[in-house]
């Protein structure tokens, strides 16, 4: 068995451990499941009185047998269980829960009946001075029907741990063996439902990785789209750099062509004014030879 923390504790005895002192030291989680073992009927306490209780649990993965011990104010648990669970497991809590719901004194009831039904059983006296507790309003098990019910326990756990059907179980009359059977018959309902609900959940998550698978293509898609855009920007701005370098030349040529229009016009002005010129020359050679050809019609003939 694997040795719990020692508790530091007040109580004189185990059964002054109260449901709010357990859930004190407890983890949280691992008291809730306690409580619901003891609530499910899973405990079955073999032997106690004040100071150690010997017990076991049947757990989700198989029967678990526990021992506790209040010594030297601390308490002390073992349990077959392999859980990191501290500073006890769910089976003790369950256990120690169980243990004080025994040893609480009876209520009076209106009817003989109804405290017989309602009301825990004494402690009986064993051989070595413990007390042997059983269940309320549940007959002595017998040891004809423990064989079977081993028997029938054993696959009926790998069962549950390998998520195959449970087998038919042996029938017994009402006790604890049936009440044990009907706890695994439970965890055998809950499996089912769990695996019901983990089929929807894996359908969703297809239905989930499908869309995702859809959005992820619409996202490549966009990307690829991107992409293109950026490239066809990029070749953009190229032909605009190219554009830019154009116009600059554009601009260039006319400035050269507006210089070389002022070098024309003056070249123009130029030859305008020599032209005038040559036509005040050209007038003043016609006035000449008119001259000369009239001096030259008076001369007398030799």
């Not at 209106?110 to 059983?134: I, Y």
Request: charged share 25%; glycine share 6%; hydrophobic share 35%.
């Amino acid at each position: 068995m694997k040795v719990r923390n020692k508790i530091p504790c007040s109580a004189e005895r185990l059964g002054l451990l109260d449901p709010q002192m357990i859930q004190s030291v407890a983890d949280g989680n691992a008291f809730n499941i306690g409580r619901q073992y003891a609530a499910e009927n899973r405990v079955r306490i073999v032997e106690a009185d004040d100071s150690q209780i010997s017990s076991a649990v049947i757990g989700n993965s198989g029967l678990y047998e526990q021992t506790i011990r209040l010594k030297d104010g601390h308490l002390l648990s073992k349990c077959s269980c392999a859980l990191p669970e501290e500073p006890m497991c769910r089976h003790c809590i369950a256990v120690l829960l169980e243990y004080h719901r025994w040893v609480q004194p009876r209520q009076p009831q209106k009817s003989t009946v109804a405290k017989s039904a309602q009301a825990p059983p004494k402690p009986e006296p064993s051989a070595g001075g413990k007390t042997s507790m059983t269940q309320s309003s549940a007959p002595d098990v017998k040891l004809s029907e423990v064989l079977p019910f081993l028997e029938w326990l054993r696959p009926a756990m790998h069962a549950l741990e390998t998520g195959t059907a449970v087998p038919d179980a042996p029938q017994f009359g009402p006790g604890d063996l049936s009440a044990w059977i009907q706890v695994i018959k439970n965890q055998e309902h809950r499996r089912r439902e769990s695996e019901d609900a983990l089929i929807g959940f894996e359908s969703k998550m297809r239905d989930r990785e499908a869309y995702i698978g859809r959005l992820t293509q619409q996202l490549q898609v966009s990307i690829a789209e991107t992409k293109t855009a950026q490239e066809t920007l990029q070749l953009t701005q190229l032909e605009v750099d190219e554009y830019k370098e154009i116009l600059a030349h554009v601009a260039e040529l006319a400035g050269e062509v507006v210089r070389h229009d002022g070098q024309v016009r003056a070249a123009a002005s130029e030859l305008l004014s020599r032209s005038s010129q040559l036509n005040t020359l050209t007038g003043s050679f016609k006035d000449l030879a008119e001259t000369l050809k009239s001096a030259s019609s008076k001369r007398p003939a030799k």
